[in-house]
Nanobody
Framework: EVQLVESGGGLVQPGGSLRLSCLAS????????MSWVRQIPNKGLEWVSR????????SYRELMKGRFTISRDNAKNTVYLQMNGLKPEDTAVYYC????????????WGQGTQVTVSS
């Protein structure tokens, strides 16, 4: 069964840091680009970051660039999101998202991990 299990969320003060992890199983990890997407309270989904299959190329939403870093370890079937300089507006549920590099309309979502930035 395909699984994406996020971890690492929690409560952090403004300016603090968290590292999110997403452990994948049930599919060929390196055949998928991996992304982080967040849902802000009372708002919609917002794409955060994406990393290519081999980790060589990354992209970020402009507001996160310079604060967030995405990476992946294919040997561990894991994608990470290092978040520094967190702001209250970063409060959201963060989801791990896998998109097939070869097949249209094939994607998977994790259950999400809560990040709360508050003093």
């Amino acid at each position: 069964e395909v699984q994406l299990v996020e971890s690492g969320g929690g409560l952090v003060q403004p300016g603090g840091s968290l590292r999110l992890s997403c452990l994948a199983s049930g599919f060929t990890f390196e055949d998928y680009a991996m992304s982080w997407v967040r849902q802000i309270p009372n708002k919609g989904l917002e794409w955060v970051s994406r990393v290519s299959w081999n980790g060589e190329r990354t992209s970020y939403r402009e507001l996160m660039k310079g604060r967030f870093t995405i990476s992946r370890d294919n040997a561990k079937n894991t994608v990470y999101l290092q978040m520094n300089g967190l702001k209250p507006e970063d409060t959201a549920v963060y989801y791990c998202y896998a998109k097939s590099l070869w097949t249209e309309d094939e994607d998977y979502w994790g259950q999400g991990t809560q990040v709360t930035v508050s003093s």
